[in-house]
């Protein structure tokens, strides 16, 4: 397949901020990448170089810098994400870039109180001058609930709850909120700061123990699992569908990628866990036919890489970013 590149899409005013307008618009696709961007086995990233290959990816134009919430380490998971709290870490990335969007993918609501999250969350979008993106989900490792004393049996519940809370805290002045499991706000204090736009983007993760008509009413965009082609273009259908019964115009559909690109740019796709080895020319066949099906945003993940990653994101952003980037401002 030959790829053609988009149609440059003029970002305009958002009311979610740059870090989303960067990322998403509809019918196109862009591309971010997950920390850690290393190579490693086991579940512990040595973190090396991170700094210097996030500002390597914001040169190449890549959308977004994803980083993940693991609060715990869970040996029977074997995967520990970046190891240093998203908030943290991300607002150290915003310091040393400065047009790349940063999101995560994903904070576990239920585990932190909404104040402390709407605080942080906030706090980033504003210190990042708006590149902050939410991605947030209810959690799936199993030591996680019992160390925070939160009853896993009801995380569909509690994410509802957290979700609603956080919302109010970012979207209102002085909220009056009565929350079942985090407390009640009387409409006596207020958060601040508030997020840079007026409406912090907030991406729900999986199912999250809800339903996708909720997602679709609720959310501002949805980050789903990799899945083979045919069935990932089933998954974006629903999606739309369950947009359209909401009433809800564009909501992006994002979606993770395990890559291992391998030396032959033709070396077509092999399945690896969640992703494939594959080479650079069939690498952009993937994503387009992922864009042409209705994916927005697919953020890689390089932990399987058996190259160099510096060259990998070099290859990547010469020869593939171009083809799938959202026009400039």
Same mark, same amino acid.
């Given at each position: 397949?030959?790829?053609?590149?988009?149609?440059?899409?003029?970002?305009?005013?958002?009311?979610?901020?740059?870090?989303?307008?960067?990322?998403?618009?509809?019918?196109?696709?862009?591309?971010?990448?997950?920390?850690?961007?290393?190579?490693?086995?086991?579940?512990?990233?040595?973190?090396?170089?991170?700094?210097?290959?996030?500002?390597?990816?914001?040169?190449?134009?890549?959308?977004?810098?994803?980083?993940?919430?693991?609060?715990?380490?869970?040996?029977?998971?074997?995967?520990?994400?970046?190891?240093?709290?998203?908030?943290?870490?991300?607002? =150290?990335?915003?310091?040393? =870039?400065?047009?790349?969007?940063?999101?995560?993918?994903?904070?576990?609501?239920?585990?932190?109180?909404?104040?402390?999250?709407?605080?942080?969350?906030?706090?980033?979008?504003?210190?990042?001058?708006?590149?902050?993106?939410?991605?947030?989900?209810?959690?799936?490792?199993?030591?996680?609930?019992?160390?925070?004393?939160?009853?896993?049996?009801?995380?569909?519940?509690?994410?509802?709850?957290?979700?609603?809370?956080?919302?109010?805290?970012?979207?209102?002045?002085?909220?009056?909120?009565?929350?079942?499991?985090?407390?009640?706000? =009387?409409?006596?204090?207020?958060?601040?700061?508030?997020?840079?736009?007026?409406?912090?983007?907030?991406?729900?993760?999986?199912?999250?123990?809800?339903?996708?008509?909720?997602?679709?009413?609720?959310?501002?965009?949805?980050? =789903?699992?990799?899945?083979?082609?045919?069935?990932?273009?089933?998954?974006?259908?629903?999606?739309?569908?369950?947009?359209?019964?909401?009433?809800?115009?564009?909501?992006?559909?994002?979606?993770?990628?395990?890559?291992?690109?391998?030396?032959?740019?033709?070396?077509?796709?092999?399945?690896?866990?969640?992703?494939?080895?594959?080479?650079?020319?069939?690498?952009?066949?993937?994503?387009?036919?992922?864009?042409?099906?209705?994916?927005?945003?697919?953020?890689?993940?390089?932990?399987?890489?058996?190259?160099?990653?510096?060259?990998?994101?070099?290859?990547?952003?010469?020869?593939?970013?171009?083809?799938?980037?959202?026009?400039?401002?």
């Amino acid at each position: 397949m030959t790829i053609i590149p988009s149609p440059a899409a003029r970002v305009g005013p958002s009311p979610f901020g740059r870090g989303y307008a960067s990322m998403f618009a509809p019918e196109q696709l862009t591309i971010g990448v997950y920390f850690p961007i290393e190579s490693f086995e086991g579940p512990e990233p040595a973190m090396h170089d991170q700094i210097e290959l996030a500002q390597q990816a914001e040169r190449l134009g890549f959308a977004a810098l994803w980083a993940r919430d693991v609060p715990l380490n869970d040996p029977t998971f074997g995967d520990l994400g970046q190891i240093y709290d998203p908030f943290v870490w991300l607002a =150290t990335i915003a310091a040393r =870039t400065s047009t790349i969007a940063l999101a995560t993918g994903a904070v576990i609501l239920p585990l932190h109180h909404p104040i402390d999250v709407a605080k942080a969350a906030a706090s980033l979008d504003r210190l990042s001058g708006g590149r902050f993106v939410f991605g947030v989900a209810s959690g799936d490792r199993p030591v996680e609930y019992p160390a925070y004393r939160r009853d896993a049996d009801l995380r569909g519940e509690l994410f509802r709850d957290a979700f609603d809370y956080v919302e109010a805290l970012l979207t209102k002045r002085f909220p009056v909120h009565a929350s079942a499991h985090y407390g009640r706000l =009387t409409g006596g204090g207020d958060l601040m700061p508030k997020p840079f736009s007026p409406r912090l983007p907030i991406l729900v993760t999986g199912q999250s123990q809800q339903s996708l008509e909720w997602i679709a009413q609720r959310s501002d965009g949805w980050l =789903t699992y990799p899945r083979d082609i045919g069935q990932q273009a089933q998954v974006a259908k629903r999606w739309r569908e369950a947009l359209d019964h909401a009433g809800a115009e564009f909501k992006p559909i994002a979606q993770s990628l395990y890559v291992d690109l391998a030396a032959d740019p033709d070396a077509p796709p092999r399945s690896i866990h969640l992703g494939y080895r594959v080479g650079l020319r069939r690498l952009a066949d993937l994503l387009d036919a992922l864009r042409s099906h209705g994916i927005n945003h697919v953020a890689l993940n390089l932990k399987f890489s058996k190259r160099p990653v510096a060259d990998v994101l070099d290859e990547i952003g010469t020869e593939v970013i171009p083809h799938f980037r959202i026009g400039p401002t």
